[in-house]
């Protein structure tokens, strides 16, 4: 997508297309974006159709998502979850991720090969969440095919497909953490959704409504994202071997090696936000009701900003890139998502020093939203 969103670009760095899928404003400018992420006139908005009926309960979970709130419902529900899902309960969850990670090496350790998606990049996030959020270790399996549609439905350029295909397993998972949120509000357990219950700002707790939102957007927005952050950061190493040489010898550049890949191969590709008013950015005369697309991918590339910026360079420094957004809707997740990338990384590249990609051609899924390969077989020794 690079060149295309560089071709975007040069037209304007906010400029208007109404011959894509979703016409609207496209932002490929690093400091357009950072003030329409800053400007309040820019709404988020519920990706999903709204006229489709059959999605009416999925739509009504939706509408209770910090992710689509703005204002003072926004800054409500959002005060409450970050009192309890905060960095340092991230940084507790370094010996999970840890284990969970060896567990999962060691599954295909006596192999000679292995799909870095299926067998290590798509579970290891997902068994983090479902351990945070409390679901008991023998329904955790079912939860790797659970997130998918959740995401799609949560990515508007795939609404359409969850709407076809989705429809049965969303319906599951809402059943699954309805009944689990009515379970710990009778008996309490130490996990993320019997503090949420607990939790409460200005004598006011979240409703069942919104704490089954916030359980399906933790869920949803804390899993393919991190699975294609690990899996982009990984093949970043073995696509740029003098930068894994840096790394092995120098392993205080992993911090730093995770941030590049987010700006490199930034897992969300882009954001969008609707006019509540008509405004003027860069020149261009965004009317009231617009659509404005944010391609993060573009906009962390943007050369007034990123010197060199096609190229991986894990000892860059400032990056300042905007792959968690920007703004009030800041991504919540970043401090578990950064810590499960470095943790994920480090112990494979750890175990499997002579990792290699099995072909030169890798396959990227073809989502405008997301930057998510298909699968990454590799090999070694
Ligand atoms: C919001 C990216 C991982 C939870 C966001 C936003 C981005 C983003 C770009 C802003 C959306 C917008 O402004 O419209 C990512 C990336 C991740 C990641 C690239 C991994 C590499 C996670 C994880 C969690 C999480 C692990 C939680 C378990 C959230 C939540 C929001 C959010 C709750 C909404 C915040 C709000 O509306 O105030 N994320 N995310 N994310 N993310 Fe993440």
Redesign the pocket.
């Known amino acids: 997508p690079y060149m295309f969103y560089e071709q975007l670009r040069s037209t304007h760095p906010v400029t208007w297309n109404n011959t894509f899928r979703y016409p609207g404003w496209y932002v490929t400018g690093y400091e357009e974006a950072k003030i329409i992420?800053k400007d309040a006139r820019f709404k988020?908005r519920i990706p999903l159709p709204q006229s489709s009926k059959k999605y009416e309960r999925l739509k009504n979970v939706q509408n209770d998502?910090?992710?689509?709130?703005n204002n003072m419902n926004?800054q409500r529900l959002?005060g409450i979850?970050s009192k309890v899902?905060t960095p340092k309960a991230a940084a507790s969850c370094r010996p999970l991720i840890q284990e969970t990670a060896a567990d999962l090496l060691n599954q295909v350790k006596q192999q000679k090969h292995m799909d870095i998606i299926s067998d290590f990049a798509f579970p290891l996030?997902s068994l983090v969440?479902a351990n945070?959020l409390g679901v008991p270790t023998e329904d955790r399996s079912l939860f790797k095919e659970w997130t998918k549609p959740l995401i799609e439905s949560i990515d508007f350029t795939r609404s359409k497909n969850v709407l076809t295909n989705g429809n049965e397993t969303t319906k599951h998972v809402l059943d699954y953490f309805q009944d689990m949120i009515q379970h710990r509000k009778r008996r309490p357990k130490d996990d993320l959704i019997s503090m949420l219950i607990n939790e409460e700002q200005d004598g006011e707790k979240l409703t069942d409504n919104e704490l089954l939102a916030?359980c399906i957007?933790?869920?949803a927005?804390?899993?393919e994202?991190?699975v294609?952050?690990i899996s982009n950061t990984i093949l970043c190493f073995l696509q740029h071997p003098f930068q894994r040489t840096k790394l092995m010898e120098n392993p205080a550049l992993l911090e730093t090696a995770v941030e590049e890949s987010?700006r490199l191969e930034?897992?969300?590709q882009m954001?969008?936000?609707v006019a509540s008013e008509d405004i003027e950015i860069s020149g261009s005369h965004i009317q009231s009701g617009e659509h404005v697309y944010i391609l993060?991918g573009a906009v962390n590339r943007d050369p007034r900003v990123f010197e060199n910026p096609d190229a991986f360079d894990i000892t860059r420094h400032p990056n300042p890139h905007?792959?968690?957004?920007?703004?009030?809707?800041?991504?919540?997740?970043?401090p578990?998502?950064r810590l499960?990338?470095q943790i994920a990384v480090k112990s494979l590249l750890a175990t499997f020093p002579d990792l290699r990609l099995e072909t030169e051609n890798v396959r990227w899924r073809k989502l405008a939203g997301f930057r998510s390969l298909q699968d990454l077989p590799v090999i070694w020794n």
């Open positions: 992420l988020n998502m910090m992710l689509f709130q926004h959002r979850v899902f996030p969440i945070i916030t957007l933790l869920m927005a804390g899993h994202t991190t294609n952050l987010l930034s897992p969300t954001i969008a936000r993060l905007l792959a968690f957004g920007y703004g009030s809707h800041f991504c919540l997740g970043a578990l998502a499960e990338a």
